[in-house]
């Protein structure tokens, strides 16, 4: 019997993706569950993470900084009341993600989860098989619409209580040209009055872009395009917005752990973190 906790080998298809035959193509949500420390990744995905952090060893670091940032905003909004939860561009639903953080404090929390990858959306959903307290949907956030009007949706959460919309390392898959400000504006307004949103973007920094540039010479995918974008820049997606202690920070100083010494070196990281709510 295959061990869904053991990491696949090449050969083996993952009980949790069972389509998967042969050597299949790595993928990037499967790469960041390998440096969150989960067990959903093959092998293609483990060399292909190998290759990026000698080249970028940053990017491992970055993608655990948001995760926790995740995982600090969700106990705090748990914790003050909200049981519901939309999350823009999940990725992988694994490793301390919304719903275990969740549900572990306050078991009835709700959780939409939603990408546009729908390879990401498969696997995911085989992983959320029988929990009836989430949803994956297949969804672009710059299509609110797809998300706010599905049915699932619509039967998981109930928008006269609390909803926390979640935008967690996402918004630099959104251009300008795209609207990002009116879109979390749009969010927020149809998830009712108490809806706040907690943000955590990366930013313009050069080491990402580099990080980038080897990105596309690694990766044989099409690369997309990304929005990084300075500090100041994330702060105008939230105009109009009241943003809460303790405001748009580096991501290490959202409100860190009691018993950890947050990170201040800012070539470790670059990115902002905010939670925020209607005026
Ligand atoms: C950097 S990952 C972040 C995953 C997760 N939020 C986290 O913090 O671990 C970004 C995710 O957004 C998804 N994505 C990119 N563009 C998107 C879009 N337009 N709509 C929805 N999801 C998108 C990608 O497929 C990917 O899974």
């Known amino acids: ?134 949803a994956y949907l297949h969804a672009d956030v710059c299509r609110p619409e797809q998300i706010l009007d599905s049915p699932e949706l619509r039967g998981l959460l109930d928008l006269d209580e609390p909803v926390a919309l979640l935008a967690v390392d996402v918004l630099h898959h959104v251009p300008d040209s795209a609207g990002p400000a009116e879109l979390l504006t749009t969010y927020v307004n149809a998830l009712g009055p108490a809806c706040q949103v907690a943000l955590s973007h990366t930013c313009r920094h050069e080491q990402m872009l580099d990080a980038i540039g080897l990105y596309s010479d690694i990766y044989h995918e099409p690369v997309p395009e990304f929005a990084f974008r300075s500090a100041a820049e994330v702060g105008d997606l939230l105009t109009g917005f009241e943003v809460v202690e303790p405001g748009l920070v580096p991501i290490p100083l959202w409100l860190p752990d009691a018993d950890t010494e947050p990170d201040q070196n800012p070539e470790h990281f670059s990115g902002c973190a905010a939670l925020a709510r209607r005026r």
């Open 1 to 134: 019997m295959i061990n869904p906790k053991t990491p696949a080998s090449a050969d083996v298809p993952p009980i949790w993706a069972p389509g998967i035959i042969g050597a299949p193509t790595p993928k990037i949500a499967r790469v960041r569950d390998y440096w969150l420390g989960g067990s959903h990744h093959l092998a293609t995905d483990r060399r292909l993470a190998e290759q990026f952090t000698l080249c970028a060893p940053q990017l491992p670091y970055l993608v655990r900084t948001h995760r926790d940032f995740l995982r600090r905003a969700v106990t705090r909004l748990v914790r003050d009341g909200v049981h519901q939860f939309v999350d823009l561009g999940s990725g992988m639903p694994t490793v301390g993600n919304v719903h275990e953080v969740a549900q572990r404090l306050t078991p009835e929390c709700r959780v939409v989860y939603t990408d546009i990858d729908p390879v990401v959306v498969t696997e995911s959903r085989e992983l959320l098989a029988g929990d009836d307290r989430t």
